[in-house]
């Protein structure tokens, strides 16, 4: 007898390979960065504050949500991603079995590091169409619980049938998930729209305004006694509800609620009642799960956005509406709030989520990332980017972001294949490295040239290439003091027979060889199979640890 537990789970070609990401450091291109300059009257506008908040990276997307994990995790309130749909086009040379198992291992491997970046509270909406949406669901159901699906949005894509095709597609999906089943309860309202306020109408004068009205009775279900009961209207009509109805109020309440007005028996007095809603108490209506294209754009709106922003330039063959955007961000976060997008493309979403006052993340891996999108978000901060959604929210300019780049791996194997730091490093990138690997925040002091970081109030860090010697070990063990520890990260030590309790001593490269995959640099459309083990060697001395 097993007692072994199964469980439904969707299985691929490699799903039990898996990388081992090194966590990069970036690196600001301030060339590429960018920041509006406020005048005095604009100063106060809180899109010129986000400049640091804002992230442009370039770079493979996998290691750079790895990166962003350690300072982001449990931070971003809203991830939207628009992933490669895998329409065959990417994987020309592999059979379709190989070909959805690269899409899927592609998939779970950022699925798993987006999660936890999250919040609490957060939701992740995920663009994607027929052809792999139903695998997509259930590998999402693997990640993040199959009870926190919270819903497939269907976005109605095309203003037309396809014509090449007796079944048309007009749809795409839109899959969201949260991290707690309860998650959609704190999703924002839309604005009431012009159909449903059209239905508000004032036909008996009252004088709290237009109202709509819904019906007064319920299933019997679950009903109490106090719910039966004989009704008279005001026109002296007796209505007796069937056996498998109830009313909806006790008798008191419903009483109550005819006294003050707020129960419509139709213009003669007679009719079945009806509970009156106020168009001056409705705050907003509630998303479904059905977009049109004329509530949130299509295909060739996002194309002429795209056009109009990019004049004479190669532009994108699939982008997104920015209608399309701003109501996943209108529904899922609040101003100030963190959105992140790891496929950027065109870098919609960051434009929209700066025009609506959000802050943002994107990574894109292409050369589009300088070439496409540091130009349009150029336009969007100067206020020049007028089309999209800029009338609807009034945006006038303001704000910024930073440009980075992935840093190049920390290790590298010189010409005796040993694994020895990058020469592309120096001191200061080093450290920062070395904080990132081994957990800690780093934060370099101005007046302790041991402290580079910390992990604790009282446990710090120090890197350095040199070798330290008894004398040296000495004096920094005395300037940390029997209240505060400290790990020192060198190439090498001479401290044989010696007792710092407060000094913990590791050899670079050795501390860190084994924690991850060294010196990849693209995890885009590749089979997670893992390069061979990474040899144990690496370049020493002959001191003593």
Same mark, same amino acid.
């Given at each position: 007898m097993t007692t072994s537990k199964q469980k439904l789970e969707l299985t691929w070609i490699g799903k039990d390979k898996r990388p081992r990401l090194e966590p990069r450091i970036f690196l600001e291109d301030k060339s590429l960065s960018y920041q509006f300059s406020p005048?005095?009257?604009?100063?106060?506008?809180?899109?010129?504050?986000?400049?640091?908040?804002?992230?442009?990276?370039?770079?493979?997307?996998?290691?750079?949500?790895k990166s962003l994990e350690q300072q982001y995790a449990g931070k971003v309130k809203c991830i939207f991603i628009d992933p490669p749909y895998n329409t065959g086009s990417a994987f020309t040379h592999y059979d379709d079995g190989l070909e959805h198992s690269m899409w899927l291992s592609l998939m779970r491997d950022r699925l798993e590091l987006l999660r936890t970046l999250m919040t609490s509270d957060g939701s992740i909406w995920i663009a994607i169409d027929d052809n792999e949406s139903h695998y997509l669901k259930v590998l999402c159901d693997e990640v993040f619980g199959r009870g926190n699906f919270i819903g497939n949005v269907v976005w109605q894509k *095309?203003?037309?049938?396809?014509?090449?095709?007796?079944?048309?597609?007009?749809?795409?999906?839109?899959?969201?998930?949260?991290?707690?089943?309860?998650t959609h309860k704190l999703f924002n309202q839309l604005d009431i729209s012009e159909a449903r306020r059209s239905a508000f109408k004032n036909p008996d004068n009252d004088p709290r305004g237009p109202w709509a009205s819904t019906d007064c009775t319920a299933q019997a279900g679950h009903a109490t006694a106090s719910q039966f009961y004989t009704l008279t209207t005001p026109g002296g009509r007796v209505i007796e509800l069937p056996q498998d109805l109830c009313w909806r109020y006790t008798k008191k309440r419903m009483e109550e609620e005819i006294s003050e007005g707020r129960i419509w028996f139709g213009k003669d007095g007679k009719g079945v009642p009806?509970?009156?809603?106020?168009?001056?108490?409705?705050?907003?209506?509630?998303?479904?799960?059905?977009?049109?294209?004329?509530?949130?754009?299509?295909?060739?709106?996002?194309?002429?956005?795209?056009?109009?922003?990019?004049?004479?330039?190669?532009?994108?063959?699939?982008?997104?509406?920015?209608?399309?955007?701003? *109501?996943?961000?209108?529904?899922?976060?609040?101003?100030?709030?963190?959105?992140?997008?790891?496929?950027?493309?065109? !870098?919609?979403? !960051?434009?929209?989520?700066?025009?609506? !006052?959000?802050?943002?993340?994107?990574?894109?891996?292409?050369?589009?990332?300088?070439?496409?999108?540091?130009?349009?978000?150029?336009?969007?901060?100067?206020?020049?980017?007028?089309?999209?959604?800029?009338?609807?929210?009034?945006?006038?300019?303001?704000? !910024?972001?930073?440009?980075? *780049?992935?840093?190049?791996?920390?290790?590298k194997k010189d010409d005796w294949g040993n694994w020895v730091i990058n020469k592309e490093y120096n001191a200061e990138m080093l450290a920062e490295a070395m904080c990132k690997h081994m957990g800690f925040t780093y934060a370099p002091s101005q007046t302790q040239f041991w402290n580079h970081g910390y992990s604790t109030e009282t446990d710090h860090i120090y890197v350095t290439t040199g070798s330290l010697a008894y004398d040296q070990l000495k004096r920094i063990s005395e300037e940390v003091g029997s209240d505060r520890t400290l790990l020192i990260c060198c190439k090498a030590f001479m401290a044989e027979g010696a007792d710092f309790p407060n000094l913990t001593l590791k050899k670079i490269p050795k501390v860190i060889l084994n924690k991850c995959e060294w010196d990849h640099d693209d995890y885009s459309f590749t089979l997670n199979v893992l390069p061979e083990e990474q040899d144990e060697e690496w370049a020493d001395d002959d001191s003593e640890e």
């Open positions: 005048t005095a009257a604009d100063r106060d506008n809180a899109a010129n504050t986000a400049f640091n908040d804002n992230l442009l990276i370039h770079g493979d997307n996998l290691l750079a949500l *095309r203003t037309s049938p396809d014509n090449r095709l007796r079944l048309g597609n007009a749809q795409d999906h839109i899959l969201v998930y949260g991290l707690s089943p309860d009806r509970k009156k809603t106020y168009l001056s108490e409705v705050e907003g209506q509630n998303a479904w799960s059905w977009w049109t294209n004329a509530e949130v754009g299509h295909n060739q709106e996002a194309k002429k956005e795209i056009k109009t922003i990019f004049q004479g330039v190669d532009t994108f063959d699939t982008p997104k509406p920015e209608r399309l955007i701003q *109501r996943v961000i209108r529904i899922a976060t609040n101003p100030g709030d963190l959105v992140l997008d790891s496929f950027a493309g065109s !870098g919609t979403t !960051g434009a929209v989520a700066h025009k609506m !006052g959000r802050r943002w993340i994107m990574v894109e891996l292409g050369e589009h990332c300088h070439t496409h999108i540091v130009p349009r978000l150029k336009k969007v901060i100067d206020g020049e980017d007028q089309g999209g959604i800029s009338k609807a929210v009034n945006w006038q300019g303001g704000g !910024g972001f930073r440009y980075l *780049r992935l840093a190049p791996s920390l290790l």
